[in-house]
């Protein structure tokens, strides 16, 4: 029922699509006025990017927030959030997601695969990646299980180190499988457009 309660929330936004440069782009407008803008690769239907943005208190457009994909990269759109920039030499966290697996790759970590151990903390819903050497330590949700309500498992968990990257990999449900190739079917028969101007309408 929550998987469906969060199908429901999708399937009553108003979607925009547009068809270009290999992607499928796809906008939401929920209800509560919050964004989510997707990629998906046309020809191997993965997910490359989700984006979200809602508004500010007093109704000024926020930034995107990068759920899936890489980071932004510099702009003069995006100097405000850069002011601050790491080292490119620090650990970078992000999410490239498969068709079966939610999946992160954590770049510049060049210790040994022994190092590092992943755990699951069902009462706080996140995932937490140490290194028995304290040098990085990182804990994230997966906001795919908190939108339907589903529950961490541990076994989903899986790792491994190749090239000074960590890829963590956690198994998508048959929930959110299911869900995904619903919504994927349901995207495709939206009429995509090149400027991306037209509302779309849904089943």
Same mark, same amino acid.
């Given at each position: 029922?929550?998987?469906?309660?969060? /199908?429901?929330?999708?399937?009553?936004?108003?979607?925009?699509?547009?068809?270009?440069?290999?992607?499928?782009?796809?906008?939401?407008?929920?209800?509560?006025?919050k964004?989510?803008a997707?990629?998906?690769?046309?020809n191997?239907?993965?997910?490359?990017?989700?984006?979200?943005?809602?508004?500010?208190? +007093?109704? /000024?457009?926020?930034?995107?927030?990068?759920?899936?994909?890489?980071?932004?990269?510099?702009?003069?759109?995006?100097?405000?959030?850069?002011?601050?920039?790491? &080292?490119?030499?620090?650990?970078?966290?992000?999410?490239?997601?498969?068709?079966?697996?939610?999946?992160?790759?954590?770049? *510049?970590?060049?210790?040994?695969?022994?190092?590092? &151990?992943?755990?699951?903390?069902?009462?706080e819903?996140?995932c937490?990646?140490?290194?028995? &050497?304290?040098?990085?330590?990182?804990?994230?949700?997966?906001?795919?299980?908190?939108? &339907?309500?589903?529950?961490?498992?541990?076994?989903?968990?899986?790792?491994?180190? /190749? *090239?000074?990257?960590?890829?963590?990999?956690?198994?998508?449900?048959?929930?959110? +499988?299911?869900?995904?190739?619903?919504?994927?079917?349901?995207?495709?028969?939206?009429?995509?457009? *090149?400027?991306?101007?037209?509302?779309?309408?849904?089943?």
């Amino acid at each position: 029922m929550a998987v469906q309660c969060w /199908a429901d929330i999708l399937k009553s936004s108003k979607k925009t699509a547009l068809i270009h440069d290999g992607k499928r782009k796809i906008h939401y407008l929920f209800t509560d006025g919050k964004e989510m803008a997707e990629e998906y690769d046309l020809n191997t239907d993965e997910l490359i990017v989700r984006k979200w943005r809602s508004k500010s208190p +007093l109704g /000024a457009e926020g930034p995107w927030q990068i759920e899936v994909g890489e980071p932004f990269p510099t702009t003069v759109g995006t100097l405000e959030s850069e002011v601050i920039k790491e &080292n490119c030499s620090n650990p970078v966290f992000l999410r490239k997601d498969t068709k079966t697996s939610f999946q992160w790759r954590v770049r *510049n970590l060049p210790y040994p695969s022994d190092v590092y &151990n992943l755990s699951v903390e069902p009462a706080e819903r996140c995932c937490i990646i140490r290194t028995s &050497n304290k040098k990085y330590f990182k804990k994230f949700n997966i906001p795919d299980l908190d939108r &339907n309500l589903l529950p961490l498992d541990s076994s989903a968990l899986s790792f491994t180190h /190749a *090239n000074n990257t960590l890829i963590v990999t956690y198994k998508k449900p048959k929930e959110v +499988l299911t869900l995904e190739h619903e919504l994927l079917r349901e995207l495709k028969k939206l009429k995509g457009t *090149n400027e991306g101007d037209v509302d779309c309408k849904t089943q």
